[in-house]
């Protein structure tokens, strides 16, 4: 079965300061990876994702992942963070469970502050 | 569009009382997903439709029911809530024919169970 770790349950940085978020997966295929944003009190945002190709990949808000499939990891970074970017990021893998549906398993979450 | 809703935002309940929590999706997608998330846990899957007409078995489903009433709405039903429901439900769906790994969430339902 599928999983998913992220090492760091709270990361506190300095707004401007560079983030990394850490993600490591379990999967004996290659995996579909995604990291999801979710606010206070708020549901889940895709920020990005991983399909196939390309292991460094862009997404929303200036956040970008690289899929390291060596040390099967999918780690989050962006170069200089804002204080709207605190909350919580869950990584995940996705698996196809069957007419075209895919099932996500979720890390436990990384809660992200920022200091002024 | 609205995406995904989903109904009641917030609900008490009292142990062995039931309840039905409701989602709707205007996107066209196929397949549907019921996930309960709790402090420390992430998001853990309860039951899924990957299409109108089919369910199954998620992760953690004893407790739980689910209808798919149609292509947009996907229920959660809780026959005889247990303090251990307490949590927040969110509901989420993808496109079968293109983009199907990326779910789209909703807003969720805080669920307290007392």
């Known amino acids: 079965a599928q999983s998913v770790t992220q090492p760091d349950i709270h990361i506190t940085v300095s707004e401007g300061a560079s983030l990394e978020l850490r993600c490591n997966y379990s999967y004996g295929a290659t995996p579909y990876l995604f990291w999801y944003v979710q606010s206070p009190g708020q549901g889940l945002q895709l920020l990005l994702k991983?399909?196939?190709?390309?292991?460094l990949v862009q997404g929303i808000k200036g956040f970008e992942a690289e899929f390291k499939r060596s040390q099967s990891s999918f780690n989050l970074r962006k170069p200089s963070v804002h204080w709207s970017d605190a909350a919580e990021y869950f990584c995940a893998v996705g698996v196809p469970s069957g007419a075209g549906s895919y099932q996500l398993t979720f890390g436990k979450g990384t809660k992200l502050s920022v200091i002024p | 569009n609205a995406g995904v809703t989903q109904t009641p935002k917030f609900q008490v309940l009292k142990t062995g009382q039931s309840m039905t929590l409701q989602c709707a999706q205007d996107?066209?997608?196929?397949?549907m997903y019921w996930y309960r998330q709790d402090p420390g846990m992430g998001l853990r899957l309860i039951y899924y439709?990957?299409?109108?007409?089919?369910?199954d078995k998620g992760e953690v489903p004893n407790g739980y029911n689910v209808s798919r009433l149609n292509k947009r709405e996907f229920s959660l039903r809780l026959e005889s809530a247990a303090p251990s429901q307490t949590s927040v439900y969110f509901c989420a769906s993808s496109d079968s024919l293109a983009g199907a790994e990326t779910q789209y969430f909703g807003p969720g339902t805080r669920l307290l169970v007392l």
């Open positions: 996107m066209n997608h196929n397949s």
């Open positions: 439709s990957a299409s109108e007409g089919t369910t």
């Open positions: 991983y399909f196939s190709g390309d292991t």
